[in-house]
């Protein structure tokens, strides 16, 4: 069993969401990462609110939630412990997660590689997509990136976004958990995903991007994501390999 290890962040300095919320983002983190494995025991309510620098109560209603969500069990004498199952996603709560799994059912967890990053004049397609008005500023933050699991790259993605939502976004040091830092550092909270998949073969982008050879067959993933008056947030496009991978989408 690995050690209890958390972080000893303060999280009252985050106000974008409650900090019930911000708990359960930094416990679910710690299960999904594997830093708290299947049938860990966590750390009492006291110590948990000392460290994240909340009230009990406040880490009591997160512990709560996450029981409820079956990511947690209350076990008499024993504590609250790690129940080892892939948790329901929570839009608001997981987003950070693709939720790529293997042929198994285990989610696969991958590390994102950065391929360019800038700031450009929004394409026709982009401005229908994220209904840009063309007579305001029609910039777009476009993001390529490549998901590589355990080291091998296996999906590559181009993230577009209005870029009068971003002021002084970091085009130099781009956070991996995109969804996460457009609700704290900027307010922009998404509320719904609509996907659209289709299965194509591999391109020459594909190929070098995710390094092979010959035609191989290929899932595109487009979503568009909006926050809770409806409007698009994000125009993304996702293309992933298929061998030995599914695409899991969960509704709560």
């Known amino acids: 069993m690995k050690s209890n ?3 000893s962040q303060d999280l009252v300095g985050v106000r974008a969401i409650p900090l019930y919320e911000q708990v359960k983002r930094q416990v679910s983190e710690l299960i999904l990462l594997g830093t708290w494995t299947p049938a860990t025991v ?4 006291n110590d948990l609110a000392r460290k994240f620098g909340v009230s009990v109560g406040t880490v009591r209603r997160a512990l709560g939630e996450l029981t409820t969500e079956g990511l947690l ?3 008499p004498r024993i504590g609250t412990v790690v129940t080892g199952r892939t948790p329901h996603h929570r839009l608001h709560q997981f987003f950070q997660y693709f939720r790529l799994h293997s042929k198994d059912g285990q989610l696969l967890q991958s590390a994102v590689k950065m391929i360019s990053a800038s700031i450009e004049t929004a394409t026709e397609k982009e401005q229908k997509k994220l209904q840009i008005d063309t007579n305001t500023n029609s910039q777009v933050l476009r993001l390529k990136r490549v998901r590589l699991i ?3 790259p296996m999906m590559w993605d181009i993230f577009t976004m209005p870029a009068q939502l971003l002021p002084d976004f970091p ?3 781009v956070p991996e958990r995109l969804y996460i830092y457009l609700l704290e550092e900027y307010g ?3 509320s719904a995903v609509r996907e659209s998949l289709s299965a194509e ?3 020459d ?3 070098q991007l995710l390094g092979f050879c010959g035609m191989r067959p290929i899932m595109q993933i487009e979503e568009i994501a909006y926050d809770p008056s409806g409007t698009p947030i994000t125009w993304t496009k996702h293309r992933t390999l298929t061998e030995g991978l599914r695409y899991v989408n969960e509704v709560n």
Request: hydrophobic share 30%.
């Open 5 to 7: 290890k958390f972080p």
């Open 42 to 45: 966590l750390p009492g309510e």
């Open 73 to 75: 069990t209350r076990r």
């Open 150 to 152: 355990e080291g091998a």
């Open 171 to 173: 085009l130099d040091s």
């Open 188 to 190: 922009i909270r998404i």
């Open 201 to 203: 073969f591999s391109s």
């Open 205 to 207: 982008e594909d190929q």
